[in-house]
């Protein structure tokens, strides 16, 4: 399961960091300067505004016919998106119809993501023995760093073989054929995998759910509020980080564009190593306890974060970004348990793919556009510190309404 992850990640990401480096030019030429910027951004965050309802369609069926089937269809959706989006013709080419198509192309990606994401991480926690849903959970979100990293080398290769002017006109698609060709590796691995025990014993001794969705709305609405709290502000951060920060420092800091692709590649090396810490934390000493130690750590990098790279100095841009992603990923580590937890077997997808997509949404598909246009408004860092910061602490605040969950038993 994490390798599949990891490919549905890597071919998500390609699409952000290369919407903040190449797609303003190419798709949307007759808009200029920050509305070009701005509407790259928008057609990025369509994908995040489709995820719900992939996941919620993907966690219907997989709450009524099983996890596997849903992840092999997930794999393909992103692989032959990717595709399309590496053969994509741009602006010049077809006019009006290249960023139609690239939306739409967006939307399957985004699709996909949405039932990837619970799916998978739901599998694994039900697969994962006793006192290790924590550990073997981070596994798979370790897919989302190593999707990146991934995604950072690959483009790096590709603009140092060809140079920057064939990176903008014609290379940064090889990175899309590799996703493409990557994902039929993950589709072998996955079609191996036998379907979830835990879901298997509850189809032959439970009813199943009609509407799993219905239910957890109905049974569960304090849990999805709460939890949701916790999570939008981490995927808010997440997104300025790794995405707008590329253009932030290419754009307005005027600093070469492998400069940020570097950062992000060493902070999400180290937020590796931090999500899987994170889970294997939060078995010994509670989800909660590691998801508010994330929450605080990271309110203190994003203090630090704009500030250290206004400096323009290597080093401390290295240590700002180290000080952010990494922490947040720490608490994402301890994520799929915690939001696996609260609900029996035959609404726990839908339940996990609730809150995980309702915090994508929120925190997530509007964050690139919105930092953009503060800046654009304000010529400052500061409001969006402001904003993400407060964002943090309204999770760290609900988060201390939330029961621990390690010791739940899933077959109650």
């Not at 072998?188 to 199943?208: L, Y």
């Not at 940020?260 to 180290?270: E, F, T």
């Not at 964002?391 to 309404?401: F, Y």
Request: with cysteine.
């Amino acid at each position: 399961m994490s390798v599949g992850t990891t490919l549905e990640w890597f071919d998500f990401g390609l699409y952000g960091v290369v919407a903040a480096l190449v797609f303003p030019q190419l798709f949307f030429p007759p808009l200029s300067g920050a509305a070009g910027v701005l509407a790259s951004f928008a057609s990025f965050g369509v994908g995040l505004l489709v995820r719900p309802l992939g996941a919620l369609v993907f966690a219907h069926f997989g709450d009524r016919i099983g996890r596997k089937r849903m992840l092999v269809v997930a794999l393909l959706m992103m692989s032959f998106a990717s595709l399309g989006i590496a053969v994509l013709p741009g602006y010049h080419a077809i006019g009006l119809a290249a960023p139609i198509l690239l939306l739409l192309l967006r939307c399957v990606q985004g699709l996909s993501l949405g039932g990837e994401t619970s799916t998978a991480q739901v599998m694994a926690v039900e697969y994962a023995p006793a006192g290790k849903r924590g550990l073997v959970g981070a596994l798979v979100n370790l897919g989302s760093p190593l999707g990146q990293i991934l995604v950072t080398v690959t483009l790096v290769l590709t603009e140092a073989i060809g140079g920057r002017q064939a990176f903008l006109a014609t290379t940064w698609r090889i990175p899309f054929v590799v996703g493409f060709l990557m994902a039929f590796v993950g589709l072998f691995i996955r079609m191996k995998v036998a379907e979830s025990p835990m879901f298997e014993v509850a189809s032959g001794t439970e009813r199943r759910t009609r509407a799993p969705l219905v239910a957890v709305i109905h049974d569960f609405p304090g849990v999805v509020f709460r939890l949701t709290l916790v999570w939008t502000p981490q995927v808010a951060l997440y997104y300025v980080v790794a995405i707008f920060s590329l253009h932030y420092i290419s754009d307005v800091l005027k600093m070469p564009p492998h400069i940020g692709l570097y950062l992000l590649l060493a902070a999400n090396s180290v937020g590796a190593v931090t999500v899987v810490a994170g889970g294997r934390l939060s078995d010994r000493f509670g989800r909660r306890a590691v998801l508010a130690a994330s929450l605080v750590l990271t309110i203190g990098g994003m203090l630090a974060y704009f500030p250290l790279l206004n400096t323009k100095m290597w080093g401390l841009m290295l240590l700002g970004s180290i000080l952010t992603l990494p922490m947040s990923l720490l608490g994402y580590g301890a994520l799929p348990a915690m939001l696996a937890e609260p609900f029996p077997t035959k609404v726990r997808l839908s339940g996990h793919a609730t809150i995980f997509t309702l915090g994508n949404v929120i925190g997530g598909a509007p964050t690139p556009f919105v930092a953009e246009w503060l800046i654009a408004q304000t010529s400052s860092t500061v409001w969006l510190t402001v904003v993400l910061v407060c964002g943090l602490l309204i999770g760290l605040i609900a988060l201390t309404s939330i029961p621990e969950s390690r010791h739940l038993s899933l077959t109650e």
